[in-house]
């Protein structure tokens, strides 16, 4: 169900183009976005419970993820006008990034004392975990590597759009690992997210 409302995001983003980068979408475009918000809509049917908070903060997480990628694009653009090479790498981005999260992640960890919890876990002593641990960090800063560089050379509502392709396979997997029970609506949520990605790469290409 998150993955599904999750496409939800893309509306946000394209609207959110329009205001700050005076960039309008075609009408292509705006059906993909359409056929996206069907699949949400046909996801939420089979959701099996509702509950106000959590629908609360996945609408939290969409504004933010637009806002995101929105931001992120800004600042590429403003790094233009601002660096001598008239642009940041991606390996810059990336570093500039991440390096801004740190004390935001320090001031969390403290905040919920979080740092205690973890020094007294039992997994930590598993060597298997740092293994794990490890490549999820490599697999993390190759998603944020390749995320920056796609946002660079596209568009916000682009980047977003293709982002939301995952949600196909990764909705199937939900049902199969989950043993979610398959119904009719629960299937039309899943074509229409795939012919959304379909129509949406027609359009970029013409």
């Not at 983003?13 to 329009?18: M, Q, R, V």
């Not at 004392?113 to 490549?135: C, D, K, L, Q, R």
């Not at 196909?168 to 039309?188: D, Q």
Request: net charge positive; glycine share 6%.
């Amino acid at each position: 169900m998150v993955t599904i409302l999750k496409n939800m995001t893309n509306i946000l983003t394209a609207i959110g183009e329009i205001y700050l980068f005076r960039k309008m979408q075609s009408r292509k475009v705006w059906a993909a976005l359409f056929l996206m918000v069907v699949s949400a809509i046909c996801g939420g049917i089979t959701d099996l419970s509702f509950h106000a908070i959590g629908y609360m903060w996945q609408i939290l997480n969409c504004v933010l993820t637009a806002a995101y990628s929105l931001t992120l694009r800004r600042v590429m653009d403003t790094a233009k006008q601002s660096t001598k090479s008239g642009s940041l790498n991606e390996v810059s981005m990336v570093l500039l990034n991440n390096s801004l999260s740190i004390p935001f992640a320090v001031l969390l960890v403290l905040l919920f004392g979080e740092w205690e919890y973890v020094s007294n876990a039992e997994v930590i002593t598993i060597p298997m975990f740092w293994f794990v641990a490890t490549i999820s960090g490599v697999l993390g800063l190759a998603i944020s590597f390749t995320s920056v560089w796609f946002l660079h050379q596209t568009s916000p509502t682009t980047y977003s759009l293709v982002g939301s392709l995952n949600k196909i396979p990764i909705s199937v997997a939900g049902i199969l690992l989950f043993k979610v029970p398959v119904s009719i609506p629960n299937l039309f949520s899943i074509l229409f997210g795939l012919f959304a990605g379909i129509f949406f790469a027609k359009a970029k290409m013409s």
